[in-house]
């Protein structure tokens, strides 16, 4: 053997040395709560007039897809 390489110990092990601690990782800051949102029963008269609006429009469609033939 050569006189340069240390001698082996008894107790090695062919496995990998053990990890260091974890590192920690940073987190983003938690979002923001969100902002209360009007129940169905407590919808202002804007609320209601854009349903009634959007109602009006998705009936008129469907008028037009039964006369084009789409439906």
Known sequence: ???????????????PPPSGPSTAIATSAPLP????????TRRTG????VDRALDRLDTLADGIAEVVGLR
């Open 33 to 40: 709560p969100r902002p209360h949102r009007l129940s169905t």
């Open 46 to 49: 804007l609320h209601a007039l």
């Open 1 to 15: 053997m050569d006189e340069s390489l240390p001698e082996t110990q008894p107790y090695g092990a062919l496995t």
